[in-house]
């Protein structure tokens, strides 16, 4: 990482995963717990998650993002990280908020998975029910 650019930082959540993500001056590059993006998310569609802030302000080339991500599986921290992007969008320019905002960019997703209850099989899942 560079000394002498600028570095924005915003967190990103999304299920259990946990996104810290900084954004640099460069030319688009994406790092992922050290990692090119697309060899650590593996799915295309992970990684146009991702990238779908950058696009949505036009920034895909201008900024280098550079995070870490722990927790949940690889969907929910694609999410985790789109999240963190855009907040990091906005540290670097204000006039940002109303595309992704617009887009849904800057709405943190509440859904979190239901806690297994007692006396039954999951969450809702019951036994299988005999009269006999």
């Not at 000394?3 to 810290?20: C, E, F, I, N, P």
């Not at 280098?64 to 690889?74: E, F, I, N, P």
């Not at 789109?82 to 960019?105: M, N, S, T, Y």
Request: with cysteine; aromatic share 8%.
């Amino acid at each position: 990482m560079a000394k002498s650019k600028m570095r924005y930082y915003a967190t990103g959540r999304r299920k259990s995963a946990v996104a810290r993500v900084w954004l640099l001056e460069g030319d688009g590059n994406i790092t992922i717990n050290r990692r090119d993006a697309s060899e650590y998310l593996r799915r295309k569609t992970n990684l146009q998650v991702v990238e779908q802030p950058l696009q949505a302000v036009g920034g895909s080339d201008k900024f280098d993002v550079w995070c870490t991500v722990r927790g949940g599986g690889l969907s929910g921290q694609a999410g985790a990280i789109r999240l963190g992007i855009a907040r990091a969008l906005l540290r670097v320019d204000e006039g940002h908020r109303e595309p992704l905002k617009r887009a849904g960019f800057l709405t943190r997703d509440a859904r979190e998975k239901e806690r297994k209850k007692y006396g039954r099989k999951g969450a809702r899942a019951r036994f299988q029910f005999s009269k006999r």
